[in-house]
């Protein structure tokens, strides 16, 4: 369905609302997806398709609600589904249900944002994308045969249209391509695989892979490292300092970080207190910034929220010190922080919740490194940089946590987990190769220990936040790495000690 | 007009008389659900609130599978036309030819065979989505009315219902009734517990889950000694079902052996290699009734029925799909639906109560953080997991924060592990003798 009539749809259906009692947003998505896979030189899988449909979220006059939606984007269904939401919500505030008339604050907005994708969804056929991925398979197959190689190529596009009773309107589209590898391999008789991706908004992804085959020699290097993982020993657990890459470093935004300042959450948040952000917490030291925000041709671009307001760019930690949360309209002024816009649903068949979109994590203290085209090499390029700034210290463990493999947290304790590829001890000028072994720790304690960055900014670390059983995309990152002193309350697993 | 009807009507003459001979089918596949749900939640204590308000979500949705007279294949997601356009199905169909592939193993399509009978279907949550949902909202107000005071409470309940329909060319044409309900809480999101099945939850199970939480709730508020390295750590059944979700089932995936990414290769299997302790036996059974793991049929058109995957800890097979199972040179084998419908059997198992009496030394997990994230196909582990119930001599005495460390396969395989049945869950209390120290 294009711009233009998913607009017309919801238009109708606000039309049905009128003369009813009470606020009305209607959510419209038409998604289509083509997807591919190829396992070890087959074509695994081909698949075409989509997921269309509209929800509509009834307020009563007091602020109560109710949700109806369904996956047949059809006018017919309207008055169906307001009838639906409204009756559930008139329940709902039977029941004595938590009131919020925020949406009637909301400012109203008509907008109609063009597709910013630069080949459009279908302009390169199927056929040739499968050329184009079996080509880029086979290369890779031969570069590294003694792996078991998976390649696919994901090309999303979802149509939103927004509709509020107030005469918002706003549509926008967001593309999305990943080309990703995973790769297992086998060493005396242990198994490790291996992901890596290049993501980006369309199948310029592929153009640009088949012109500088980088993922492709990253994905080498990932199995080159796996496999000397395989038979690498463990660590003792313990406290280290470490050097995490951009991946990682996102992961510790997002997950540990990002969580604990979305506006629906102070009531269980770390950095919340009797339901209200703690602005004016010094969470890290001076020099430290994390900021949030869309970035055009990213993963997670989302222009406006999905209760239709402007999905603005927030720095959530100023110089280390928390100086913004991700408000959305129903919760952000309640939590004591703006209202951001930072309302994201996985589709319209869920609830929007404050949520991240790209999160970067800064710090004024950079120290610059020349990238090399090998992992190993830049490996070295690490080592030496350290060395050279005076930052590795005789006789002690500097451990290099490289790949994310996802993380968790529980932001109302402060406790996160996150898990690498494997780990190197950059201290050592053999560069010796370790297990991987879960980092963990408490938020504040990991945000307190981070000391400089090292190389320009990184933000395609790409992933699904997975709040409130949803699966939203989301990515961010870093410099290239971050450096973090050794704290007690930070952690490896690994070996008892 | 449904969609399944669509579907057939376009397939049939598809494969009977296309309009393009490019276009003509040999043979073809169509999945298709229709379900209707609702829902309500709790937030912080406050029920229905602008996150979490009562939800109605009607679908119908499915997938095709095609076949075409060249011997290509193409696999396609559907849902109903948003206009009515007389020109829909056949533009759609020639954008799933343009998106065909070749992949011989795929083209297969089973015959019909006998179904077994299986319940899946409880009336009394169509008379939920019928309108009498009375029930969803009176159980919100219980868990408000008994919760401890000072808990902040989270929770959600879900009632689903409706028809999934399976037709093949080859002659398979079914349609039955499912149903599904869940329902879960916690405190502090630090405790919880929930229930799903295809049935409305029992008085008596509810009680029982309800006591069981607020125990382990109570459990969490004094500090326990901490643990050592002779500890037993013990997992919960839903940590046991996460554990065998992320170590167990992606190994015994059919195309991830074909392909060589899984811990064990296909001549394991063919040489029933032992893997598991000989107490272990771990299945797939889809004909347990009103279970969410059951079904009728898989949505390739092959009937429910028993696999062994491991059988006194000898690899029996892994479990198959159409494709893999011709590549395998086997019939196709019972599917998981995550890890709905798989159990885990012990020889030596006895009952939760019992076992608890003989722990000396040992700590509960219920949950850890970052499970997710381990390597599969290791089967390795080092996991943080704050809030557990500290156990010494039979009795849980308080809480204390760990760090596992350790190979879930080897765990399997290792003669000190034991299990012990659970009386609200399908899967066991597993009681394993791994690396533990304190967080």
């Known amino acids: 369905m294009e711009q233009i009539e998913i607009r017309a749809l919801v238009q109708a259906v606000l039309a049905e609302t009128k003369g009813l009692k009470g606020y009305f947003i209607v959510r419209a998505q038409s998604r289509r997806e083509w997807s591919l896979r190829l396992s070890n030189g087959r074509l695994d899988r081909v698949s075409t398709g989509g997921d269309s449909g509209y929800g509509v979220q009834a307020f009563t006059k007091e602020g109560a609600s109710g949700f109806a939606n369904s996956d047949v984007l059809a006018l017919e269904l309207g008055r169906t589904l307001i009838d639906k939401a409204i009756r559930l919500a008139r329940r709902n505030e039977a029941i004595g249900s938590k009131r919020n008339r925020q949406i009637w604050e909301a400012p109203q907005i008509q907008e109609e944002v063009r597709n910013p994708a630069q080949k459009v969804f279908g302009e390169i056929s199927l056929s040739e994308l499968q050329e184009k991925v079996i080509s880029l398979h086979s290369r890779l197959r031969d570069g590294f045969p003694e792996g078991s190689w998976q390649t696919s190529y994901r090309q999303i596009e979802e149509v939103w249209c927004i509709g509020r009773s107030d005469g918002t309107l706003v549509s926008f589209v967001i593309p999305r391509a990943v080309l990703m590898h995973q790769g297992t391999v086998r060493d005396q008789g242990k198994a490790q695989s291996t992901l890596i991706y290049r993501s980006g908004m369309d199948a310029t992804v592929l153009f640009e892979e088949l012109a500088d085959h980088s993922l492709e020699k990253k994905a080498m290097d990932r199995a080159a490292f796996a496999k000397a993982v395989c038979s690498a020993p463990h660590l003792p657990s313990g406290h280290y300092p470490l050097i995490i890459d951009y991946g ?15 506006s629906d959450h102070m009531n269980e948040s770390v950095l919340g207190e009797a339901g209200k952000l703690r602005i004016g917490l010094r969470v890290a030291r001076p020099g430290v910034n994390i900021i949030d925000g869309p970035l055009l041709g990213d993963w997670a671009y989302q222009p406006f929220s999905a209760n239709g307001l402007i999905r603005q760019t927030v720095t959530i930690v100023k110089d280390g010190v928390l100086v913004a949360g991700l408000g959305d309209i129903f919760s952000g002024e309640e939590a004591g922080m703006p209202v951001t816009g930072a309302g994201r649903a996985e589709s319209y068949g869920q609830i929007p919740l404050p949520r ?53 947290v529980n932001p109302k304790t402060g406790d996160f987990v996150f898990q690498c590829d494997g780990i190197i001890d950059v201290a050592d000028p053999n560069l010796p190769i370790y297990q991987p072994s879960i980092f963990s720790g408490k938020i504040l304690s990991a945000l307190e220990a981070i000391r400089g960055g090292l190389g320009e900014g990184c933000f395609d670390a790409i992933g699904a936040c997975g709040k409130g059983g949803q699966s939203v995309a989301s990515s961010g990152g870093s410099h290239r790495y971050l450096l973090m002193d050794v704290d007690q309350q930070v952690s490896l697993g690994g070996e008892q000690a | 007009m449904k969609l399944v009807a669509q579907l057939e ?62 011997g290509t294949c193409s696999q396609a997601i559907v849902q109903l036309p948003f206009k009515n356009d007389p020109d829909y199905w056949p533009k759609e169909l020639e954008q799933w030819k343009l998106a065909s592939y070749e992949d011989p193993d795929a083209t297969h399509i089973p015959s019909p065979e006998p179904l077994e009978l299986v319940a899946l279907e409880d009336r009394a949550i169509e008379q939920i989505i019928a309108g009498k949902d009375e029930v969803l909202f009176d159980q919100v107000k219980q868990w408000l009315k008994d919760r401890p005071s000072e808990a902040k409470m989270q929770g959600s309940i879900q009632a689903a219902w ?39 939850i029992r008085p008596e199970e509810r009680e029982d889950l309800w006591v069981q939480i607020v125990n382990q709730y109570e459990g969490m508020k004094k500090e326990a000694p901490p643990v050592g390295p002779q500890t037993q750590v013990i997992l919960s059944p839903s940590m046991t079902e996460d554990m065998l979700g992320q170590f167990v089932l992606p190994n015994f995936s059919g195309d991830r052996v074909i392909e060589g990414q899984g811990a064990f290769s296909k001549e394991n299997f063919l040489d029933q290699k032992l893997v598991f302790h000989p107490h272990f036996s771990l299945l797939i059974d889809p004909l347990r009734p009103l279970e969410l793991g059951s079904y009728m049929v898989t949505p390739e058109g092959v009937p429910a029925h028993r696999t062994v995957l491991a059988r006194d800890g000898l690899l029996q097979t892994p479990y198959l799909r159409v494709k893999d199972a011709v590549r395998w040179g086997a019939k196709p084998t019972a599917l998981p639906q995550g890890t709905g419908g798989l159990y885990l059997k ?57 760090k596992l460390t350790g190979n879930f396969l080897a765990d399997l395989a290792a003669p000190t592990t034991k299990t012990a049945q659970a009386s609200l869950s399908n899967l066991p209390y597993l009681m394993i003798k791994t690396g533990v120290q304190t967080l």
């Open chain 2, 346 to 402: 012990h020889q030596a198992e006895v009952p939760w109560e019992e076992a608890l009496q003989g722990v000396e030394d040992g700590v509960l997990v219920l949950s850890v953080l970052g499970l997710h994230t381990q390597e599969a196909v290791s089967g390795s582990y080092s996991l943080s997991a704050p809030h557990c119930l500290r156990i010494l001599k039979g009795k849980i005495v308080g809480r204390t924060d760990v």
């Open chain 1, 248 to 262: 990682l470093a996102k992961g510790l935004a997002h997950e540990a970080f990002g969580h604990a300042v979305e």
């Open chain 2, 162 to 200: 409706g028809y999934r329909h399976v037709r093949t060319s080859t002659g398979l044409a079914v349609t039955y009734q499912q149903s599904q309900f869940i329902s879960w809480f916690s405190f502090d999101s630090l405790v919880g517990g929930g229930f799903v099945k295809r049935r409305l």
């Open chain 1, 356 to 408: 991240m979109s790209n999160i970067r994590l800064l710090v004024d203290r950079m120290l610059p490194l020349t990238p090399a085209e090998h992992l190993m090499d830049e490996v070295k390029v690490v080592r030496e940089t350290l060395m050279q700034n005076g930052e590795l210290r005789e006789g002690e463990k500097n451990l290099l946590l490289l790949g994310y493999r996802g993380g968790q």
């Open chain 2, 9 to 70: 009507d376009l397939l049939y003459q598809s494969q009977q008389a296309p309009k393009k001979e490019e276009l003509r089918l040999s043979a073809w596949r169509i999945l298709v659900h229709e379900s209707e749900a609702v829902s309500l939640g709790i937030k912080d204590n406050s029920p229905g609130s602008v996150y979490t308000p009562p939800s109605y979500r009607q679908g119908e949705s499915g997938e095709v599978f095609l076949v075409w007279a060249d």
